[in-house]
């Protein structure tokens, strides 16, 4: 039944990749109404086929690659919807739909049952580890993409399109929720990485910080700090904001190609 509800939710998924594809033309004005209500859909069956995997498994940790790409997917799309919810606007979708339903996809295409059954994924500081720095990934790919829409604003208000402007939320709200969103995501990822360190530690040594996912871990929470104390030391905002908000995700996203290679910190091997 879990990769049932999984499924369905990647056909509601695809009304906001079909949204996204129409972009910020007229045309994607007639799915505005109904992309909310199916992806939020899509979400609440994503919750259930998450819910009903945690019991199937009897822990939440990942213990495949598909499976941890379902909850980031999760995640990223649960907070584009908190973002909805306050500022009611659907620009930031052009984005995360994408990739919600590529991860999303994976994941239900490529289902297998855990290979690795450790007492270790029954553990509080594991559990807190992923949660924590899973919510941090997410909450750093939205401030990516309010860095995107961002600076689309600020071209389109450059070069007085019109029609760009209109469908995008002012310069002003862009730069609040990408703030916002490093805000909520940098405890999420310094705890989450404490948690994992306090598991490291005691199950594996200091050799274990040698690891390349876990060096690029440390660096991408390093930009992290830097983009967060850039702003409120020397008021950074706006494009060289954006920038660094974008230099900080494509370290995140090395950091999480590194699961696929690391020789101890792969999902199966935790």
């Not at 069956?45 to 997917?73: C, K, R």
């Not at 306050?86 to 930031?92: G, Q, S």
């Not at 948690?195 to 040698?210: D, K, Y």
Request: hydrophobic share 55%.
């Amino acid at each position: 039944m879990p990769l049932f509800w999984l499924r369905i939710a990647v056909i509601l998924y695809g009304v906001g990749l079909l949204y996204s594809f129409l972009g910020l033309s007229r045309k994607s004005e007639w799915l505005s109404g109904f992309v909310i209500p199916a992806t939020a859909l899509g979400a609440l069956l994503h919750l259930v086929s998450l819910v009903e995997t945690t019991f199937e498994y009897g822990h939440i940790a990942p213990t495949t690659v598909h499976h941890s790409e379902s909850l980031l997917a999760f995640l990223c799309m649960a907070l584009f919807l908190a973002v909805w919810a306050v500022y009611r606007t659907t620009a930031f979708g052009i984005f995360v739909f994408p990739l919600v339903f590529l991860l999303t996809f994976a994941a239900s295409i490529g289902q297998q049952p855990p290979e690795f059954t450790s007492q270790l994924l029954r553990k509080g500081w594991i559990v807190a580890h992923v949660a924590l720095i899973f919510a941090g990934y997410a909450a750093l790919f939205l401030s990516f993409v309010a860095s995107i829409v961002y600076l689309l604003q600020e071209r389109g208000l450059k070069a007085k399109s019109s029609g760009t402007i209109s469908r995008l939320p002012a310069l002003e709200v862009i730069d609040q929720i990408g703030y916002r969103a490093l805000i909520l995501g940098f405890p999420f990822m310094t705890v989450g990485l404490i948690a994992g360190s306090v598991v490291a530690q005691a199950q594996f040594g200091a050799t274990f910080f040698l690891d390349p996912k876990i060096l690029l871990s440390l660096l991408m929470w390093a930009v992290y700090m830097l983009l967060l104390f850039t702003r409120w030391n020397s008021g950074w905002r706006g494009r060289r904001a954006a920038f660094l908000s974008s230099f900080a995700f494509l370290i995140a996203v090395g950091a999480w190609a590194a699961n696929y290679f690391s020789g101890v910190h792969k999902f199966l091997q935790l």
